[in-house]
């Protein structure tokens, strides 16, 4: 008996929702042999990374927090993704997005008045943007490939981050710690909604959501994305750019990762400092795979993904498995969602 | 600059370079073969810890060096069945790929920080490995001449074998090879599998000859650099050496700099200079070859017949 | 000879695919030195059977006999031992390397290049076949191409030869000297299966034909003793359609004008266009012949806007230039295009009906307002293109590849008829199209014109031109000729013309 693959004459629209939610289950399931292989608690291990973040209404701030910016790339990352534009460097992006923000913030130390926010969040899209027209001019001017570019830059931003908070941006009363000055209080955001566990950065994540969800599924740039990716000939045909589409898409996601940046900065950190990167562009590679692409399933997968980052710190302390461990998971889950993606186009026949 | 300022300088190029070149020799014959495997970094970081581990619980560093070598293979294996068999997207899953062995290299490597384990002595008699003049020649480690043995055997097989022609014909044109009977799924997991030993050998040259300790995500970026070199090399043999000594000779760079103390520049414009350079290069490289016709042509693209 | 076992013999062979009876109970005899015609249209399973005698797919059930034995041919390696070549209608050849390791590809067996090299041209001397061992593929013309196919089946002495679809790419000429190959061929003793649906090529040189329709064998026969027409109706299975074309048209104006339109390459393996001119008026039915890879597909993105002209003035539609406008600009000029390649070009596969009439009819049928596209809009749009072009689709959500090539191509021109163009270009509009459909669409191409649009039809099939156009020019090394009245002009010229050899055509009036 073999098992072969045959195509669907149309995708079939359960997979394309079961699939993600199998992921899920199967990570979870995968990840509890996985972990008592290796010889740690796999079930305490599994229980800690994706239920005790639910469970206990502490974390619940933490994940909101963490799922923010998470959502916030994931949803530009989307985008290009259809396109099959690939930034796999969202996570440079999201660093020169909090250094532009940071660098006006650095400029108006004396300005009060709490509108000097929307500059700094402006210059953090624009931050994120230009870092991610690098690959694109590369792209469309030179033909190289975005997926090394893009992935290049990162490396390039962590050094950059790393020149300023240890050299010109070194906080003078820091006690030589590598980090920035903190901003002033008008440069501020705060770090939840006042008397919820809200950050302001999932509310903006939540509206953006909502006109990703418009343009991606109603309007001619949405369409015309969708047709770039799936073939390039029927685009040009259609009268749609390549070009433009490799430089939109990179422009937004490099923009929105610009923005989880800076909204970071301002509204959870306080300042810029070596730990500033957090792997959050990396990660919302996973999320939108996960959310199928598709900004209300991003906006789920992103919150799915929090959880694990927030039980995964919690599992290090509680059954002390290594940090790494919510690396592992995300990881088993984009396995896993990739290896599903084949039951929405083929059915499986056992001959 | 004294002579021995220069040798000391081709013996450090050499050494830094071995483990892209290795891991770039791997990725050439995927690519070759008409795949993209984007999961380097990953492999190598694979492989990496299991060299470590299996030297630190054997003493053996060429147990070692096998081991990892199997490990990276084992790995690919995961994004082999996903990208041949289930036909899913070259680029995301060899992402995956990347980020799986991150993470897996820290889970198993955390019980390893700290340790050290024995490494290899040199094959050559130490008259001449320690000769100040002549150890430019035989004062390497043994896994450097492994590497150039391989690398200059794939070029052989590629070019100048019918194994180096049936595996370039099936990155070409996959369905003109599958018609004439060749089994393109078969042939492009056994190039996958190679990819994956070459970036578990080149894994283990981190933690085992370059410090013989074992680091979280100690291979620094340097899977990707070997992407780059592929482009870089326009997807030829000979010139994958060329490039990886020209890469090796920038990290050298980047090394004396820090060590020297090269007050002008920071050490991190030095730190970003490789990736900076990899951008450089695959611009130009790219603008020259703007038709893609270096490239195999099937490059990334699935293999699904229907039948 | 009664002594002798058949060649290759198939008994009741069926091969079955998801949705589809590709063969059913399909037997066959070929014998040695005979040359034997596989007959049938687009869809008939010929490919499907020949593919299992390679070894490529394998039978669901049913018997192969080889030399009177039975056997099984697990792949084609293993029908290359038994002696069997085949020569692929889509070739199976490498671009970017040279004839000789093309060639090396082909052989089971591990021969030196030297060796190789000596071989190769005893094969070219024996059949006076030329071709440069050392040329790299991509720069070869598709006659050439077709030679290293040949060349590679001959170098392994074979005793079957299998030509799927082997004159579709090639000029009268050519076709005449791939003929006398295969005789002398068939004289040693080999036996050859002819696959083709042209009626005329297959009485001129096969003994016997094998009828194919739907998956079913319908006939075997003497091809010599019968018409074309008798052929083709048990090909076709019902009575000819013939296309209503009213006699004696006048045209209108001057409605498409392509002037001094030159392009350079693009790419390695593309042609560059050069000094293109002709007009189309009203009503008239222009038809550009030539053998693939003249320039065809880059004509046909020139003309549709997919790429720029370097002056405004080089094309212009009902006197307005727009060289220098994209493809949606062209389009509210009233030009439509339809490219050769269905999926993946004139439409997605991917997508549904619905969404592939947004592609390009969103602005001429209303479908966008304020940046927004309106389903119901396209969907109302989708659902008359298919109801008036009889599309066999599950509504207006079945995704384009799920369609059959023919049903596809009915969807892709209605949505291009119905948007009323001012001009219609269309490359190859019955490539790879069942029978029924190709009567369909070129009735379609005539009413069109009847109403008073200007038509321009890019065809490698001389017979259809022939049947729908009122001029013709024909396109060689993406060079245009002078314009020809067809019923003015002999095959033999066009075939020259085709084949490169200019200078003036003596018309007869």
């Known amino acids: 008996m073999r098992i072969k693959l045959e195509k669907r004459a149309e995708p079939s629209r359960f997979m394309l929702f079961a699939t993600p939610v199998a992921a899920v289950v199967f990570t979870i399931l995968i990840g509890a042999v996985l972990f008592d292989a290796l010889g740690y608690d796999g079930l305490g291990t599994v229980k800690e990374i994706f239920f005790t973040p639910i469970l206990a209404s502490y974390k619940w701030q933490d994940v909101a927090t963490k799922a923010a910016p998470l959502i916030l790339i994931a949803l530009g990352l989307s985008l290009g993704n259809q396109a099959k534009v690939w930034n796999i460097g969202a996570e440079g992006q999201y660093i020169a997005g909090a250094l532009a923000g940071a660098l006006v913030a650095y400029l108006t130390p004396g300005v009060a008045s709490h509108w000097i926010i929307i500059p700094m969040v402006i210059a953090g899209v624009l931050g994120g943007a230009a870092w991610a027209a690098i690959p694109a001019f590369l792209k469309t001017k030179l033909n190289v490939n975005e997926v090394l570019t893009s992935l290049m830059l990162v490396y390039v931003a962590l050094q950059l981050l790393s020149y300023l908070v240890t050299g010109p941006w070194k906080d003078p009363n820091g006690h030589n710690f590598p980090q920035t000055a903190p901003f002033t209080d008008a440069q501020l955001l705060p770090h939840s909604i006042a008397g919820t566990f809200i950050p302001p950065g999932l509310v903006i994540a939540f509206v953006l959501m909502l006109a990703f969800w418009l343009v991606v599924s109603r309007s001619v740039y949405g369409f015309q994305v969708r047709v770039v990716g799936a073939a390039p000939s029927a685009a040009r045909y259609a009268g749609f750019s390549a070009n433009g589409t490799v430089w939109s898409t990179l422009l937004i996601s490099g923009g929105m990762a610009g923005l989880a940046g800076i909204l970071e900065a301002t509204s959870q950190l306080g300042q810029l400092n070596l730990g500033f990167p957090s792997n959050y562009g990396f990660t919302a590679i996973i999320v939108s795979f996960l959310g199928r692409l598709h900004p209300v399933g991003v906006f789920i997968a992103g919150i799915v993904l929090a959880i694990t980052y927030v039980g995964g710190q919690v599992a290090q302390t509680t059954v002390h498995v290594p940090s790494a461990s919510g690396g592992i998971f995300q990881a088993l889950m984009l396995f896993l969602i990739l290896a599903g993606d084949v039951l929405v186009r083929y059915r499986l026949v056992l001959k | 600059m004294t002579m021995d300022f220069i040798i000391s300088a081709i013996v450090t190029v050499v050494g830094i370079s071995t483990p892209i070149l290795l891991a770039a020799t791997g990725e050439l014959v995927v690519e070759k073969s008409g795949v993209l495997n984007l999961g380097v970094e990953g492999m190598m970081l694979i492989g990496a810890i299991t060299g470590f581990a299996v030297t630190f619980t054997t003493f053996n560093p060429w147990l070692g060096v096998i081991a990892a070598a199997a490990a990276g293979a084992a790995v690919s294996m995961v994004f082999g069945v996903l990208v041949l068999s289930l036909g899913s997207n070259q680029v995301a899953t060899g992402l995956a790929l990347a980020i799986l062995g991150i993470g897996l290299s820290t889970l198993i490597g955390a019980g390893f920080t700290g340790m050290i384990v024995p490494q290899f002595s040199s094959i050559f008699p130490s008259v001449l490995s320690h000769d100040p003049f002549w150890r430019v020649i035989f004062g390497y480690s043994p896994m450097v001449y492994i590497a150039l043995a391989i690398i200059f055997a794939v070029g052989w097989v590629l070019n100048y074998t019918r194994a180096g022609l049936v595996l370039r014909a099936v990155g070409e044109n996959d369905l003109s090879a599958h018609s004439i009977g060749y089994s393109v799924i078969g042939i492009r997991y056994m190039a996958i599998a190679f990819g994956g030993a070459m970036a578990g050998i080149a894994g283990s040259y981190f933690s085992m000859v370059i410090t013989p300790m074992w680091a979280e995500r100690m291979t620094a970026g340097r899977g990707w650099i070997a992407l780059a070199l592929v482009v870089f090399a326009g997807w030829k043999a000979g010139r994958l050496v060329i490039g990886a000594y020209l890469f090796g000779a920038l990290m050298t760079l980047e090394l004396y700099a820090k060590a020297s103390g090269f007050q002008f520049l920071p050490s991190q414009f030095w730190a970003s200079m490789p990736y900076i350079m990899a951008i450089v290069v695959l611009a130009v490289i790219s603008y020259r070859d703007r038709t893609g016709s270096e490239a195999p042509a099937c490059l990334g693209k699935p293999f699904l017949p229907n039948s | ?509």
């Open chain 3, 1 to 509: 000879m009664a002594d002798t076992y058949a060649r290759l013999e198939l008994r009741d062979i069926s091969k079955r695919f998801p949705g589809v009876l590709a063969n059913d109970n399909v037997s066959l005899t070929v014998m040695p030195g005979e040359i034997h015609a596989l007959l049938g249209e687009n869809g008939a399973g010929k490919s499907t059977l020949v593919k299992m005698i390679y070894g490529i797919m394998a039978p669901d059930s049913g018997q192969i006999l080889w030399d009177g034995q039975a056997v099984r041919i697990q792949n084609p390696k293993a029908a290359r031992k038994l002696g069997i070549g085949m020569v692929f209608q889509h070739f199976s050849l490498f671009e970017a390397m040279t004839v000789l390791e093309n060639i090396a590809l082909g052989l089971d067996t591990k021969v030196s290049r030297a060796a190789l090299e000596v071989e190769i041209l005893k094969v070219m001397n024996t059949y006076g076949l030329t071709l440069d061992p050392k040329r790299i593929v991509s720069t070869l013309s598709v006659g050439e191409r077709q030679r290293i196919e040949i060349v590679r089946a001959l170098l392994l002495n074979p005793k079957l030869l299998i030509m799927d679809e082997p004159t579709s790419v090639l000029t009268p000429q050519e076709v005449g000297q791939l003929f006398e190959t295969l005789r002398k061929l068939a004289a040693q003793g080999c036996s050859i299966l002819y696959i083709s649906h042209k009626l005329h090529e297959i009485i001129a040189l096969c003994e016997t034909a094998t009828i194919l329709r739907g998956g079913k064998l319908i006939a075997t026969c003497d091809p010599r003793k019968e018409t074309p027409r008798k052929l083709a109706e048990m090909m076709i299975g019902a009575n000819l359609k013939e296309i209503s074309k009213v006699a004696g048209r006048t045209f209108g104006d001057v409605k498409f004008a392509v002037r001094n339109l030159t392009l350079p390459k693009i790419g390695d393996f593309g042609t560059a266009l050069n000094e293109i001119e002709f007009e189309v008026k009203a009503g008239e039915i222009f038809g550009i012949a030539g053998v693939a890879g003249n320039g065809q597909n880059e004509l046909l993105e020139a003309l549709g806007g997919e790429v720029l002209a370097h002056s405004n003035d080089a094309i212009s539609i009902a006197g307005a230039g727009v060289g220098k406008c994209g493809p949606t600009e062209r389009r509210a000029f009233g030009l439509g295009a339809v490219p050769e390649e269905r999926n993946g070009h004139a439409a997605v596969s991917d997508f549904s009906l619905q969404d592939n009439a947004v592609l390009t009819a969103r602005n001429r049928m209303n479908m966008v307002s304020a940046q927004l596209i309106d389903p119901s809009a396209s969907n109302a749009f989708s659902q008359k293109v298919i109801m008036s072009f009889g599309v066999k689709a599950q509504g207006t959500k079945a995704t384009a590849g799920s369609l059959s090539g023919g049903n596809l191509q009915k969807y892709i021109m209605g949505r291009e008829i119905l948007q009323n163009p001012v001009v219609l270009v269309v490359s190859q509009p019955t490539w790879g199209v069942d029978a029924g459909a190709a009567a369909a669409i070129r009735q379609a191409i005539v009413d069109l014109a009847a109403k008073g649009s200007a038509m321009v039809i890019i065809s490698q099939d001389l017979d259809e031109l022939l049947e729908l156009c009122d001029t013709l020019s024909v396109i060689n090394l993406g060079k245009l000729s002078k314009p020809l009245k067809v019923g003015e002009v002999s095959v033999e010229e066009i075939g020259l013309l085709m084949g490169g050899i200019h200078g003036e055509v003596q018309h007869a009036h």
